[in-house]
């Protein structure tokens, strides 16, 4: 009898389509923007800041309306689940589908908070280094320079938290990777990953809804870029 006849049959697997285009591009779009709004913020280049900052607008902008009418992976409906759905998927009893778990989804939904938390409070971040034309935030003319600066305060405060929710991430990343042997990072590459038989791979849209989408977001980054 031969060697594979004797080991036993491994759960089957398919390949399923787990992520749009729109979401990966979102993805590894704020993972290399990040960094470049640390580093531009930490060497006093301001106007630079201001600018990725409103391409950061319109990444965040993009993401929230994907979240509403976007892939069946990408929407916040189909990923943040109640005190019921979290405790079924802990207790292991949860069906079956590609996408966020319930409780990564709320991870997720932190980061997305945090984020929206922070490039809202950018808007209205006064620049210390003087009346350089696109060094402050385009929303600072609406607030006293008081505030501005409490505003600004919080936002380096915020960024911490934004640090702490991606090391988070990232750690659970890895966790999934060394101790689960579940490779995460590859379908947020390829968009495609294994799941087990029978699994439904992502519902996609149409392209029409990707479009509105970006006119939507392109739409508020333009009119913030108008008032700097
Ligand atoms: C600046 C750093 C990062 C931020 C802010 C970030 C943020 C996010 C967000 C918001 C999502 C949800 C995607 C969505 O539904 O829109 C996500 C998912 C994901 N990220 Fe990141 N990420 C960062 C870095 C990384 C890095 C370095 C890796 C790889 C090592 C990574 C791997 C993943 C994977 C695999 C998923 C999908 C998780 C799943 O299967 O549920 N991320 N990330
Ligand atoms: C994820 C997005 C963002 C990150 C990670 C980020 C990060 C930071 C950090 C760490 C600082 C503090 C630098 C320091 O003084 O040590 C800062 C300052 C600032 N940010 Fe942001 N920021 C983001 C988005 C934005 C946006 C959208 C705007 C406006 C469009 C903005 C405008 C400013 C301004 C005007 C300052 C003040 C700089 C100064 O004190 O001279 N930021 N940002």
Known sequence: ???????????????????D??????????????PAMWWTAENEEIAL???????????????LV??????STAR????????RGVMAYLKGSATHSVGHNPLGGWSVAAMLLVLVAQVGLGLFAESTDGY??????????????????????????????LLALIALHIAAVLYYAVIKRRNLVGPMITGSGTAPAGTLPVRKVSVLRIAFALAVSAGVALYLWSLL
């Not at 006849?5 to 491994?10: E, H, L, V």
């Not at 285009?21 to 990040?34: D, E, N, Q, S, Y």
């Not at 006293?144 to 600004?152: D, I, K, V």
């Open 1 to 19: 009898m031969s060697e594979a006849a004797d080991a036993p049959a491994p759960p089957p697997a398919n390949r399923v389509r787990i992520w």
């Open 21 to 34: 285009g729109p979401t990966r591009i979102f993805h590894w779009a704020i993972v290399l923007l990040i």
């Open 49 to 63: 800041h201001v600018t990725l900052g409103l391409v950061m607008v319109a990444l965040i902008v993009f993401r």
């Open 66 to 71: 994907w979240g509403l009418i976007g892939s």
């Open 76 to 83: 916040f409906a189909t990923f943040l689940k109640g005190p």
């Open 132 to 161: 350089e034309v696109g060094a402050s935030g385009p929303l600072t003319n609406l607030v006293s320079l008081e505030t501005a600066e409490r505003l600004t305060d919080l936002h380096e405060l915020m960024f911490n938290l």
